[in-house]
Every structure is written in structure tokens, then in C-alpha cells.
């Protein structure tokens, strides 16, 4: 959790734009410790309101599997056998992140509407994102059609079905 004022706090879940996001709150004085923070601090949060950042589960599961690649070795190399093998399954759905602190979050900001969001709430232009963290030496390991599996898409849709549910994005129906 990063204090940003004494009105907001922000939560960053992993795999959801966060570095980049709470690098650029950074650059505006609104963070209490080099971001980000993905743990929740309840002693941190006294009366702010909490802002959490949220991703489309459906953009957010091939970056889950880049940094699993990158730091946890996955059990498999090839993506679309990684999600077959539902090892994505040992981290929690997005919604789930905070467990029982779900609750106390106020406000959800998608990372596509963060301009936006974050312009309303905060009164700063965050700018656009300019591929700063983009990492293509991972891109052949995804394949595109991993999309139209229907076994797939129903297993992770019943798994991240809270995050769709609370967040508002539209399932994929095969």
C-alpha cells in the first residue's frame, strides 16, 4: 500500500500496470515509499480511501505468465500448456488479491481508464504509457489463439468470474 495524500491510499496488485502506474505517482510526490507496494497495510490505510488498480483478466493472464517465467520457472515453457496445467490457479484471482481487505477498497481503476481515472480523483495528468516496461522477447511464447480454446476460456472465466463480476469487463462465451 502507498499513501498518496492524506485522503488516498492505493493498493497495486501484482500483473495490473503497477510499476509503471506507481512510477508515475512517484514523479508526482504521491507516494510514501518507492512503489510498488503490493501488499496490503492496514496500519497505513487509517481513514483513506483505498484506490486499487484492476486489469482485464483476459490482458493480465499472459503477463502472469511472463513474470512467472521470468522469476518462479513455470513447470511448462509453452503458455497455452501453462494454463492447460491451471498453474496459473496458485495466484489468487485478481478480486481475490486482498483477501478479506477486498472490502475496504473504494474506488477500482482500470488500467486502460487510468488517464482519466486518475485526472478525476487526483487532479494529475499521468500522460501516456510509452511501452516503458514492454518486453517483446516473450511475445513467441503466446500464442494468439490461445483465446479461442473453449477449454480454456471456460476454466479461467469460472476462475477470475469474481474480477469480471466486480470489475465490469465481459466474459469471452465459446
Known amino acids: 500500500m502507498n499513501i ?3 485522503e ?3 493498493v497495486l496488485p501484482p500483473r495490473c500496470g503497477t510499476r509503471w502506474i506507481g512510477g508515475k505517482l512517484a514523479e508526482f510526490d504521491m507516494c510514501d515509499e518507492v512503489p510498488p507496494q503490493h501488499w496490503w497495510e492496514e496500519s497505513k490505510r487509517g481513514n483513506r480511501k483505498v484506490l486499487s488498480m484492476c486489469r482485464n483478466p483476459y490482458t ?3 503477463s502472469l505468465f511472463r513474470w512467472v517465467y521470468l522469476v ?3 513447470e511448462s515453457k509453452d503458455f497455452t500448456e501453462w494454463i492447460l496445467s491451471d498453474e496459473y490457479k496458485k495466484y489468487p484471482p485478481q478480486a481475490e488479491t486482498y ?3 477486498q472490502k475496504n477498497i473504494y474506488r477500482y481503476i482500470k488500467l486502460e481508464n487510468y488517464r482519466e481515472e486518475f485526472k478525476k480523483i487526483l487532479g494529475i495528468d499521468m ?3 510509452q511501452g516503458e516496461y514492454k518486453d517483446d522477447k516473450f511475445d ?3 500464442d494468439p489463439d490461445w483465446m479461442k480454446n473453449p477449454e480454456i476460456i471456460s476454466n479461467y472465466n469460472e476462475f477470475e468470474k469474481v474480477s469480471f463480476d466486480l470489475f465490469g469487463y465481459k466474459m469471452i462465451e465459446l
Request: charged share 15%.
Open 4 to 6: 498518496i495524500n492524506d
Open 8 to 10: 488516498y491510499a492505493i
Open 60 to 62: 493480465r493472464l499472459p
Open 72 to 74: 518462479m520457472t513455470p
Open 99 to 101: 483477501g478479506d481487505n
Open 127 to 129: 500522460g501516456l504509457y
Open 140 to 142: 513467441h511464447l503466446i
